[in-house]
């Protein structure tokens, strides 16, 4: 009976609480605190949603294990497969925000950021993020309860031209080529990519629009044999036709040409698969290569972890690392605002997101962290090296503004 | 048991529901509809939502390639005029009961450009046509920033009556529900009318219609305009559903999405769209939450049941077409005529 008036109680209150248009608090104020995501583990995105899924559960289980949960509650994963479909994760997103409403969800696309993006803000309850990267979600006032663990894509390619930059010798600057698939994800920062090219003095000579995984590019490839680029950046593929320009490109004859790619396209996996195009690939990542644990705590720990958890795992990739670094700072935000002795409100977390400046990754990032724009906009160039199958930096960390 | 009807009225005759039984199952099944948001949670009712549009869209292709004999793969792009000409609508503050037909009526107009040439092609080659439309369509949705807001899609302000700002799934519930039923009212009603029946003519044999004196041309470019209108008023509520929209949504996945629901579901028949588009929308779900109860025992395996969920639902719908060609509404006939005469035997 105690039970059920206090339900009743509970109910009443939530839904004076509502009517008063007042936020509600996630469901999870006291007991487990529940992190759910709705990764996409299966469909054209499944390359990296299982890695991602894997990154994000492994630090909540980590997380209990080394140090006790947050703040005393321990870490209830919850996970259900997007297929990538938009309708999909959208009915996963109502599903476990109807069974959990959680404080943080982790999402699995643009499509979905952008729809959920609607609801969020309506409850007020919860923190998301995605593995997009999309520009315009990088924007605390219209979709306020959004952030991305890493750059915008627009960011992504201010900092391969910051590089493209340095390399300048003389008076001469180098010139650029933009590659990129005709696809939101590809065109996102064609427009801002040209601006700063524009302001920093760099010469855009070529513009190539692809459809995504293009196999016949000889006519592509022909325009830019005419352009003569020093850096073509390709940005909106994962694999193909990455591997064919450049096989055309030096069967051309054009050995001089760097080919630069966005995070994507940035895996040891994927730069395994492009085969002999693969050496000397180069790009922006705003992660530490697993391999890299010089100064990086937190990559040996997680190494570690991975290690012990996932025995066949030979190589622990960078979505790992992207699931990984989004469950730190969903821990991080969760535990500043229950350190504040505040409830787990949207408006909470997301002041406890954007208070994170300057905040230690422990090395996953070279540079503090800054979330107040809801990005990292940092990163660093990588480049392949095809005989050791293993990225290694080619320039120091860059902070975009 | 019951053993026939008994008819002594014209207006029996013809009305829709002939019997108490059938009144009755209705009448349980609109209260079930009425109350859903209520005994359901939030996830029910998103899924209801979901299936609602699926239904509505279904039956404007059904109309044309079940009812029509017209087979089109560009659904999912007059989906497309639907959504965004009720988004631009929309924004300059036009009411949603506006919106919808208008959007409809945009997709019908589009409709009719795209159905001109099934006149002189059909079959595979009406196909490619229509296919050619799907993807001309899909970059003019693409490229025009102004009306469709290009690649990063546009925001839809919530369907609004009277004050009441319908934000949320139980809400748009009621708009979703109340659209399906009249459009499957009308499509119900039409092929007991000269032009839907004229539509089924023309499907089982062109010639022998135009013998009879149905202008074909007039008839194919009709099926195509309430084809493509049903598919604009179910891509407007599309948009009213998740006010987020951007060309991904109305891709030529959707279109053989929708193809798939009317062919599994029966081609030619109200009931088998409704079944068909519940099947394509629900079986994933119910799949996929079947992967997330063994994942409570075994966490480590939704890594390989997910990919094997995909796998499960492509061979149910081999099975269905194989064992059942014309679809779940037969089995439902089959269920139908055993109860006619249960417990005998029939």
């Known amino acids: 009976m105690t039970t059920r008036r206090h339900a009743l109680k509970g109910v009443a209150a939530a839904t004076g609480l509502t009517a008063m248009g007042l936020p509600l608090t996630s469901w999870s104020q006291a007991g487990d605190l529940v992190v759910a995501a709705a990764p996409p583990i299966t469909g054209v995105f499944a390359f990296a949603g299982v890695g991602l899924n894997m990154g994000l559960n492994d630090y909540c289980e980590w997380r209990n294990e080394a140090r006790g949960g947050i703040a005393g509650r321990r870490i209830r994963y919850i996970s259900e497969d997007s297929a990538y479909k938009m309708d999909q994760a959208m009915a996963v997103f109502k599903k476990l925000m109807a069974a959990h409403r959680p404080p943080v969800f982790y999402g699995d696309s643009t499509a979905w950021a952008k729809a959920a993006a609607v609801e969020v803000s309506q409850l007020g309850t919860t923190l998301t993020c995605s593995p997009s990267f999309a520009s315009d979600l990088a924007d605390p006032e219209k979709v306020p309860y959004y952030f991305m663990a890493g750059p915008t894509y627009a960011s992504m390619c201010y900092i391969l031209l910051e590089y493209i930059n340095s390399q300048a010798k003389g008076g001469n600057k180098p010139t650029v080529a933009l590659v990129y698939s005709d696809t939101e994800f590809g065109r996102d920062p064609i427009e801002a990519a040209k601006a700063r090219a524009k302001q920093l003095g760099l010469n855009v000579v070529q513009e190539i629009i692809t459809k995504p995984g293009s196999v016949d590019v000889s006519a592509e490839v022909a325009r830019l044999r005419r352009a003569r680029p020093d850096y073509v950046i390709f940005h909106g593929y994962v694999l193909a036709p990455i591997p064919e320009f450049i096989r055309q490109m030096r069967e051309a004859g054009m050995t001089g040409t760097q080919f630069m790619g966005t995070i994507w396209s940035m895996d040891k996996s994927t730069a395994e698969a492009m085969g002999p195009a693969g050496e000397g690939w180069m790009g922006v990542m705003p992660y530490r290569y697993s391999h890299d644990v010089k100064d990086a705590p937190t990559m040996v720990t997680m190494n570690q972890f991975a290690q012990k958890r996932r025995p066949e795992i030979k190589y622990v990739s960078t979505f790992y690392t992207h699931g990984w670094l989004v469950g730190s700072i969903f821990a991080e935000v969760i535990e500043r605002v229950l350190k504040a002795n505040r409830p787990l409100t949207g408006p909470n977390m997301k002041a406890a997101l954007e208070g994170l400046s300057d905040w230690d990754s422990g090395g996953i990032s070279g540079l503090p962290i800054n979330l107040k724009g809801h990005q990292i906009a940092t990163g660093r160039i990588y480049r392949f090296d095809a005989n050791a199958k293993l990225f290694e930096p080619a320039s120091g960390w860059i902070r975009t503004s | ?346």
């Open chain 2, 1 to 346: 048991m019951r053993i026939g009807d008994f008819k002594a009225s014209y207006a029996h005759d013809e009305s829709l529901l002939t019997t108490p039984v059938q009144r009755s199952w209705m009448l349980g099944f609109a209260l079930l509809v009425i109350l859903f948001p209520w005994l359901g949670a939030n996830y029910l009712t998103y899924l209801a939502c979901l299936t609602g549009i699926h239904v509505i869209a279904a039956m404007g292709l059904n109309i044309v390639t079940g009812y029509a004999g017209q087979i089109s793969l560009g659904h999912a792009a007059f989906m497309g005029v639907g959504c965004y000409t009720v988004a631009f609508l929309a924004k300059m503050g036009v009411p949603f009961y506006l919106c919808l037909p208008a959007g409809g009526l945009a997709s019908a107009l589009i409709g009719v450009l795209v159905g001109i040439p099934s006149l002189r092609i059909k079959g595979l080659y009406l196909a490619v046509a229509t296919l050619a439309a799907q993807f001309i369509l899909m970059f003019v949705f693409r490229e025009w920033d102004g009306f469709t807001g290009g690649v990063r899609g546009v925001n839809l302000p919530p369907a609004e009556l009277a004050g009441w700002v319908m934000d949320t799934d139980p809400e748009i519930y009621y708009v979703i529900m109340a659209c399906a039923f009249v459009m499957l009212l009308g499509a119900r009603n039409l092929f007991r009318t000269y032009i839907g029946r004229s539509f089924i003519a023309i499907r089982d044999k062109d010639i022998s219609a135009e013998v009879l004196g149905i202008d074909l041309f007039r008839s194919k470019l009709l099926a195509f305009a309430l084809g493509s209108f049903y598919a604009g008023v179910a891509g407007g509520l599309m948009g009213y559903f998740y006010r987020a929209i951007t060309p991904e949504h109305f891709t030529l996945t959707l279109s053989i999405f929708y193809l798939a629901a009317i062919i599994v579901g029966g081609l030619g028949t109200v009931l088998g769209t409704i079944l068909g588009a519940a099947f394509m929308a629900l079986v994933p779900e119910v799949l996929r939450g079947i992967v997330s109860l063994i994942t409570v025992w075994a966490p480590d395996a939704m890594a390989l049941l997910s990919p094997m969920r995909e796998m499960v639902f492509g061979a149910l719908i081999i099975c269905f077409l194989i064992f059942e060609p014309h679809g779940l509404v037969e089995m439902w006939r089959r269920v139908r005529r055993f109860f006619h005469l249960w417990p005998f035997k029939t």
